[in-house]
């Protein structure tokens, strides 16, 4: 611009003030302020008394490295169902006409015109022991049985319900005490529902933009449909697949209304103890030290992510190319022998 | 070329699992008995629809009417966050896009940390930056928060729409003897309404949504239509009111982005035609 720097450099202020003091005064000092609110101890009145390092040494209560844990692990379930999800979603939509596409990608936002607390509180409701999901999930525990029975296996111990990889676990038929509502297993489909459009919008843009004549000529050269679905798609769309990870763990980390209204007392997460500490028993520097904890549990991967694409980058391209021409010839080379 | 039935046919599902609670919602809205949640009397026989929910939202009936006046405070804070952002968001990304100083890497920081924070840790921190300076919750703190979360949503909106900013029309405007300002309000924003209503919308959407946040500065009585319906779900006998109302959100929120539609279609038509 045919400006003097004086003149620049003070509608640069003024432009860059008001957002910039916004953000100082309303997102980073209160971020500080959490920091130090750490190394207080708590006032019988809930208020914050004077320095130490109590809050950090009550940090080991056994209550908080198993919340923390159980976050992490009901954090990875959500993440890993809805990227399983959304990838053949993302698939399907990419591979239809354009026109559509557009439709399709719409249906799949439209549910975020109604309120998520609404939302929810339909899944609290479906999932009540009176209501019609409860029968469906009581049929399929009979039906387990009876092919447990079958196959005269031993009854897996009951133990932790929502204890396996994918939310449901082994438990006895019993009508009264076995609830999907309040349990681990109703937090994860519920945040997979609420997560998965976040999950299928990223991989969907990646794949849009994917060249899908590289699969035709990988069957072509004798590729099973899901071989080359697995070997050239998905590292295809890597990017895609990371921001959708991203976009998933985060908000599951830090989610706490899901839990709270359909988890009950068995599925007690992070976010629920920082705002029991926060509102409900007014332990401020307990609150403050749990929000650093999820803070950092945030964090880490996103710096783990931005060193990858880093890296990635550089030569993202190459490798694709690379990987596409040893795996073509190894299919061809296949394809000859057979 | 053979297209994969196994993907469409997950989609499907997936598409009817996303629609389940909404269809939901709408049936839910209909029905008779607010406290057991049932269309069936204790007999197990069928009562019926029934449209009294929707009669008692009209008529502003003093059951529901907390339910409507934590559903109008919702919009009034939605529509002033979205002010507040969108002015933020726009010299906020004028700058970041216009200059490349220290400052400006700062500044980026700050824009973008709040969009990887979980919101309870927004939510939190505000709390905090409250209770230490001793200022009670209220309408006023809701909307310091939802203006501050919503801000870095419009930046992000508008850099992307700035990517394909002609800047030497700014360049030329000031050739030809246009002061700084009048460049912004005569060309710079013309150009950027597009991407600050697209914004605004977003902004609009993430605020009358946000129950998070608010349930961390919203303090004793004031309560937007998320947090009045989050405090409603332990024991009510309105629940039907609840669904009957984003019901009608949600009928209102498609008639008003088909209209929309239309308008830009329209709009696209005739420059078109105007180009020809």
């Not at chain 2, 989609?11 to 996303?18: C, D, H, P, S, Y």
């Not at chain 2, 912004?184 to 597009?194: C, D, N, R």
């Amino acid at each position: 611009m045919s400006d003097s720097p004086m003149r620049t450099s003070r509608s640069e202020w003024g432009l860059t003030t008001p957002s910039f003091v916004w953000l100082l005064v309303f997102f980073a000092i209160p971020a500080v302020i959490v920091f130090l609110f750490t190394f207080h101890a708590r006032t019988p009145e809930g208020g914050v008394g004077p320095w130490s390092f109590q809050t950090w040494r009550e940090l080991v209560d056994p209550d908080y490295p198993a919340i923390v844990w159980k976050t992490l692990r009901v954090s990875f379930k959500v993440t890993l169902w809805s990227i399983l999800l959304a990838l053949p979603c993302a698939y399907a939509i990419a591979r239809m006409e354009k026109r559509w596409r557009a439709i399709v990608a719409g249906a799949i936002m439209l549910p975020f015109w109604t309120s998520f607390v609404v939302r929810v509180f339909a899944w609290k409701t479906m999932l009540h022991p009176d209501g019609w999901l409860q029968t469906c999930y009581h049929a399929y525990l009979h039906f387990k049985m009876w092919v447990c029975a079958w196959f005269s296996a031993p009854p897996p111990a009951v133990s932790n319900p929502g204890g396996c990889l994918l939310g449901l676990s082994y438990c006895p038929v019993d009508n009264a005490t076995t609830t999907i509502l309040d349990s681990e297993a109703a937090v994860v489909l519920v945040s997979v529902y609420t997560f998965l459009p976040f999950a299928i919008m990223p991989i969907y843009t990646a794949a849009e933009k994917f060249d899908f004549s590289l699969m035709e000529a990988a069957r072509d050269l004798g590729a099973k449909s899901f071989y080359a679905f697995r070997k050239i798609f998905i590292p295809g769309i890597r990017q895609g697949i990371v921001s959708a990870v991203l976009m998933v763990f985060i908000p599951a980390i830090g989610s706490y209304v899901i839990p709270q209204m359909v988890g009950g007392t068995s599925c007690i997460l992070i976010g629920n103890k920082i705002f029991d500490r926060a509102m409900a028993n007014r332990n401020i520097p307990h609150a403050s030290a749990l929000s650093v904890l999820m803070a950092v549990s945030v964090l880490v991967p996103i710096a783990v992510v931005i060193w990858w694409r880093a890296r990635q980058n550089a030569r993202d391209r190459k490798r694709l190319e690379a990987e596409t021409t040893r795996m073509m010839t190894s299919v061809a080379t296949a394809g000859g022998v057979a | 070329m053979k297209k994969s039935k196994i993907s469409l046919v997950i989609l499907g599902l997936v598409l009817a699992f996303l629609y389940i609670p909404i269809v939901l919602v709408v049936v839910y809205g209909f029905i008779p008995n607010g406290i057991t949640m049932s269309f069936f009397d204790s007999n197990g026989a069928f009562i019926g629809f029934t449209a009294k929910w929707y009669e008692r939202i009209f008529t502003g009936a003093s059951s529901v009417q907390p339910l409507v006046d934590s559903f109008w405070l919702s919009l009034t804070i939605a529509g002033l966050a979205t002010l507040g952002s969108c002015v933020l968001g726009t010299t906020a990304a004028l700058a970041l896009h216009r200059y490349r100083s220290r400052i400006q890497t700062i500044h980026h920081a700050l824009v973008y940390t709040p969009l990887i924070m979980p919101d309870i840790l927004i939510g939190i921190s505000l709390l905090m930056l409250f209770v230490a300076v001793r200022v009670d919750c209220g309408f006023a703190t809701i909307l310091i928060a939802h203006i501050t979360f919503c801000v870095s949503y419009v930046v992000m909106t508008l850099l992307a729409r700035l990517q394909d900013f002609d800047d030497r029309l700014v360049e030329a405007a000031r050739d030809l003897g246009a002061g700084p300002l009048y460049t912004f309000f005569h060309v710079e924003l013309p150009i950027l309404m597009p991407g600050i209503v697209a914004g605004g919308l977003l902004a609009f959407t993430l605020s009358i949504d946000d129950v998070v946040i608010t349930s961390f500065v919203n303090g004793a009585g004031t309560n937007t239509f998320p947090t009045y319906v989050s405090s409603m779900t332990k024991h009510s006998r309105n629940l039907p009111a609840v669904f009957a109302l984003s019901t009608l959100m949600l009928v209102f929120t498609c008639a008003l982005v088909g209209v929309a539609k239309l308008l830009t279609r329209r709009q696209q038509s005739l420059n078109t035609n105007k180009g020809k």
